[in-house]
C-alpha cells in the first residue's frame, strides 16, 4: 500500500507564510517526481510545482518567487514552503507522487487526502 499524509494547512493573512509536508509512507513504490496541485472553490485543479528525486523543479507562472518545493534528506517527506501568500491562494492543495511499482514496474499516481489553505486579505 502507498500513502501520501499531508500537514494541516491554515488560514493565514496576507502576506504570511505557511508550509505544507507530504509524508510518503511505502516501500513497494518507487517515486520518481512529486507534486503539489491545488483546487480553488468553482475551479479546476491546477499544478503549483514539481520535483523530481533529482531535485529538478518547476512551478507554476503564478507562484514562480513565492513558493518553493523541496525534499527531505530521505526523499520520503515532500515540502511546500509559501511566502507572499495572496488570497487567490486560497486553496485546497493536494500532493502527489508519480512512480512506479518496484516489483512490476507498472506506473503508479498516488494523491494525499488534500488540506485548505485559506489566506485573508
Known amino acids: 500500500q502507498v500513502h501520501l499524509v499531508e500537514s494541516r494547512g491554515g488560514l493565514v493573512q496576507a502576506g504570511g507564510s505557511l508550509r505544507l509536508s507530504c509524508a510518503a509512507s511505502?516501500?513497494?513504490?518507487?517515486?520518481?517526481?512529486r507534486g503539489w496541485y491545488r483546487q480553488a472553490p468553482g475551479k479546476q485543479r491546477e499544478l503549483v510545482a514539481t520535483i523530481t528525486d533529482g531535485g529538478v523543479t518547476s512551478y507554476a507562472d503564478s507562484v514562480k518567487g513565492r513558493f518553493t518545493i523541496s525534499l527531505d534528506n530521505t526523499k520520503s517527506a515532500a515540502f511546500l514552503y509559501m511566502d507572499s501568500l495572496k488570497p487567490e491562494d486560497t486553496a485546497v492543495y493536494y500532493c502527489?507522487?508519480?512512480?512506479?511499482?518496484?516489483?512490476?514496474?507498472?506506473?503508479?499516481?498516488?494523491w494525499g487526502q488534500g488540506t485548505l489553505v485559506t489566506v485573508t486579505s
Open positions: 502527489n507522487a508519480q512512480g512506479v511499482i518496484l516489483s512490476t514496474n507498472e506506473p503508479l499516481e498516488v
Open positions: 511505502t516501500s513497494i513504490f518507487s517515486i520518481n517526481v
